[in-house]
């Protein structure tokens, strides 16, 4: 089993930055993949950024070239930094592993808002 921490949301302007981090434990060595995914209400969870194993990132169009996924290894930790934020990157944001066996985990979620 693993388990997922996120911090880092909070009030933004649009334009600004923010970075969260989420640091995973437990079943590390089975992680596949990490990622962020966020949702907001009367909507479906979306893929915001995703890091496979084999080191490919998937970005959704929306965020392409103002978001960047990264990793640290040695912290079992992912990261998105999100620059040049708009009022519709709103929403709860988790982070996300899937396992060898196709399990996935989430964290808590960690609300981002961006507003004027």
């Known amino acids: 089993q693993v388990q997922l921490v996120e911090s880092g949301g909070g009030l933004v302007q649009p334009g600004e930055s923010l970075t969260l981090s989420c640091l995973a434990s437990g079943s590390i060595v089975s992680i596949v993949s990490m990622g962020w995914y966020r949702q907001v209400p009367g909507k479906e969870r979306e893929l915001v950024a995703r890091?496979?194993?084999?080191?490919?990132?998937d970005y959704a169009d929306s965020v392409k070239g103002r978001f960047t996924l990264s990793r640290n290894d040695l912290k079992n930790a992912v990261y998105l930094q999100m620059n040049r934020l708009k009022p519709e990157d709103t929403a709860v944001y988790y982070c996300n592993a899937r396992t060898q066996q196709n399990i996935d985990s989430w964290g808590q979620g960690t609300r981002v808002t961006v507003s004027s």
């Open positions: 890091l496979t194993r084999g080191g490919n990132i």
